[in-house]
């Protein structure tokens, strides 16, 4: 092939699919031709997405392609290994290599200028040379024992670059000092800096061994203070190899193996703990929901706040808060406040309720560990603020994901190294510290266990549904408890979704583990009546999903606090305390506790305070009463748990990688065929046709099924030529199959100007 153009036009078709499939840039929008099609498929930014995506093994491969004089299919073998027909095979498919002259295969126009430094190898040293100005191509050609006879510093060039390409004896004569440093240039970078690099340097005056290299050209100086080994050096002082090891194999993960029944328990158990502390959380912040932050976000002391509370390290706290919000269970109002979203969620069951979190995590552009840290202003990053956002994060999980491997509790060190193989145009700082993220947060989500896959983790990344395979891991839920006479309650395992929000509205959780144990108090009773639970109510909950009997000391602590519950009523005075019984304000009035109440007797069923209502009633909880807060009306004013929720926050759609199916390549590739076609044959006269209407229409109703030639006028009225295959003229229409668009158009008839055989 002569051009890379040509060699794109000898493709199949089913070759091109391929191609603009692999590369769905290419045709967003569909190039008119092949010939834009190879335009696009060289520009820059197309170039770095394709290069974006190759391994190391590929890259490796079109670095030898650079490298080699010839990179026939030998050579290639003989540089990188057995491997690399398959290599040749992909990339060649991408549309990266292609075959030209005497079987040697050639990188595509843009892939030499985007990889700079092919195989940590300097630049060719004509190129190197050519940056010099003839005043210092004379001496060191002079030094070299080369004719200085050529009149300009091209041919100089030229003459010193056929010179260093073989170096051995100029590297000898340098001196071991000089050897040692061009050593540490060997592999890569091949650039160093010096102070006036480009200073004239004389053999016989050369003091230091970079000033002896300089003056044999082994380093060449590219600007005032860089200097570069060229790449004939390089490559003879590898000894012609390019690579230091194999570049085509993947590295394997190193760890223990793990047994597949042990994995899905520990990341199933991880799962199910992840689930407990987000209802944890979100309750809690249903009671008293934390403020926004006039910058956004939320505070740091909320957040150490809530890991007390839920007893976790601050970054998985932040990472549940982030995940609430990806999730759409929590919403910014005046206040962080769980979404009525949050409800339905929990009425789910356990395995769709983790999928969905999963889901939002894999998802989310969103980066919990950035919380805490300092950005580039050196100011603290807070949790849920956009600050913590990075729209690369979606793919760096999902790649880190898809590099582990079942029964194999990988180390993170070999994670990185294998992604650095997968992806080794997307390394860096703030890359590696997403993968240590994810690593750990799969581990906390139940994603992973002991560091290896769970079985249901391959399912969750190709988006298919998790819930049948991670409920049978799962333990069932359970409808009971076993009550005990110290005031505690055991559940043998997960509780269905209506009993565990009663019990925790009831009673305080003590202890979790393999089962979890709650505790009953004054306060704890106390809250659930607050919250409009009546004395039966409470002791009929315990009986029906209690194993065992209700135990006496848990009845009469029920029966005391609900004695006591309501007697007293606390409205506004600014507020005010009511009884029926008048003894009981007695006792509160003879309470020297409640001397700073101020409170003083209306009526002998009423006394009344300054303070305000709710400053009243827990300064009565305090001293050990237990009103309720009384309406306008006189009626109870019950307080609930769930009070607080905000509205669900539309979710942004998705934004996930350009994709092209089947179809849309198909259709892609006819449109380039029918531009190519159209492009060969050429518009007639070089004008768009011209006839008179009613010839047109008749032309047209002849043709059909046939190929013509037909100029139309567009809305901005420019006339332009097409290439038609006529269905129907009908109503003021023609229908055709516009081989130039690849599909069935309808034009208007007064907008066609003329009609002329093909």
Request: aromatic residues 4%; hydrophobic residues 45%.
């Amino acid at each position: 092939m002569d051009s890379y153009g040509d060699w794109l036009r000898g493709r199949t078709d089913e070759e091109l699919a391929a191609l603009v499939r692999a590369r769905p840039e290419l045709i967003s929008p569909v190039p008119a031709d092949l010939g834009a099609l190879a335009a696009r498929a060289a520009a820059p930014t197309s170039v770095s997405r394709a290069l974006d995506r190759l391994d190391r093994g590929a890259l490796a491969t079109l670095e030898a392609a650079i490298v080699l004089p010839s990179a026939t299919m030998t050579a290639l073998k003989k540089a990188l290994g057995p491997r690399v027909p398959e290599v040749v095979d992909r990339l060649t498919e991408l549309g990266l290599l292609w075959p030209g002259r005497r079987r040697s295969h050639q990188v595509a126009p843009g892939v030499r200028a985007a990889l700079r430094e092919p195989a940590g190898l300097g630049p060719p040293a004509r190129e190197a040379l050519a940056v010099l100005p003839l005043d210092r191509l004379v001496p060191l050609a002079a030094d070299l024992g080369l004719s200085t006879s050529f009149a300009n510093a091209v041919g100089l060039a030229e003459v010193v670059a056929e010179r260093l390409a073989d170096p051995a004896a100029l590297i000898d004569d340098a001196g071991p000092e000089a050897r040692t440093a061009l050593d540490r240039l060997v592999w890569g970078p091949p650039s160093g800096r010096i102070e006036n690099a480009r200073r004239t340097v004389r053999l016989d005056t050369a003091a230091s061994p970079i000033e002896r290299l300089l003056a044999r050209g082994l380093l060449i100086a590219t600007d005032e203070r860089t200097v570069t080994l060229p790449r004939e050096v390089g490559l003879y002082l590898r000894g012609g190899t390019l690579f230091r090891a194999d570049v085509l194999t993947e590295p394997p993960l190193q760890g223990p193996e793990r047994a597949r029944r042990l994995t899905d328990q520990i990341a199933s158990g991880q799962a199910f703990t992840a689930l407990r502390l987000m209802e944890g959380l979100l309750d809690a912040w249903g009671l008293n929901p934390p403020p926004v932050l006039r910058s956004g976000g939320l505070g740091v002391r909320d957040l150490k706040a809530a890991a007390v509370l839920l007893d976790v390290p601050e970054q998985d706290a932040a990472l549940l808060a982030e995940l609430a919000l990806a999730a759409g269970l929590l919403a910014r109002d005046a206040e962080w406040t769980p979404t009525r979203s949050y409800d339905l969620w929990m009425l789910r069951g356990a395995a769709e309720r983790w999928a969905d979190l999963a889901g939002a995590w894999l998802d989310t552009d969103r980066v919990a560990g950035l919380a805490g840290g300092k950005d580039d202003r050196d100011k603290t990053v807070n949790a849920l603020s956009d600050e913590s956002i990075r729209t690369h994060a979606p793919r760096v999980r999902r790649e880190t994901l898809a590099a582990l491997a079942e029964g194999v509790a990988a180390t993170e060190e070999s994670v990185l190294e294998r992604l650095a193989w997968r992806t080794p145009r997307r390394t860096g700082g703030l890359h590696s510290r997403l993968v240590t993220w994810t690593l750990r947060e799969a581990a906390f989500l139940g994603v992973t266990g002991f560091g290896a896959k769970a079985s249901y983790t391959d399912a969750l990344l190709a988006g298919k549904d998790v819930t049948e395979p991670l409920s049978a891991l799962l333990p069932e839920p359970v409808d009971h408890v076993l009550l005990q006479a110290d005031l505690t309650a055991v559940a043998p395992g997960p509780l269905v979704p209506d009993l565990a929000r009663e019990l925790a509205l009831t009673a305080d959780v003590e202890s979790t583990g393999g089962a979890t144990v709650y505790r009953f108090s004054p306060e704890s009773v106390r809250r659930a009546m607050d919250a409009g639970r009546t004395i039966s109510e409470l002791i009929d909950l315990l009986t029906r999903h209690s194993a065992t009997p209700v135990p006496q000391p848990l009845a009469y602590l029920i029966e005391d606090v609900g004695r006591k519950h309501g007697r007293l009523r606390v409205g506004t005075a600014l507020s005010y305390v009511r009884c029926d019984d008048p003894a009981v304000l007695d006792e509160i009035l003879a309470d020297r506790r409640a001397a700073t109440l101020r409170l003083y007797r209306l009526a002998p069923t009423v006394l009344a305070s300054r303070l305000s209502r709710q400053d009243l009633l827990e300064a009565l909880r305090s001293v050990g009463f237990s009103p309720v807060p009384e309406s306008a009306e006189g009626g109870l004013v019950v307080t609930r748990a769930d009070a607080h929720r905000t509205e669900t926050p539309a979710r942004p759609p998705l934004e996930h990688d350009q994709a092209v199916d089947a179809e849309m390549a198909i259709a892609a590739v006819r449109a380039l065929r029918a531009g190519e076609e159209a492009a060969a044959i050429g518009a007639p006269d070089g004008e768009p046709p011209r006839t008179p209407s009613m010839a047109t229409i008749e032309r047209l109703r002849a043709a059909i099924g046939t190929r013509v030639w037909i100029g139309y006028l567009d809305q901005q009225g420019q006339a332009t030529s097409r290439i038609i295959e006529p269905v129907r003229v009908d109503g003021g229409y023609l229908t055709a199959y516009d081989r130039t668009k690849a599909s069935v158009q309808r034009f208007t008839l007064h907008r066609i100007t003329g009609i002329k055989d093909v």
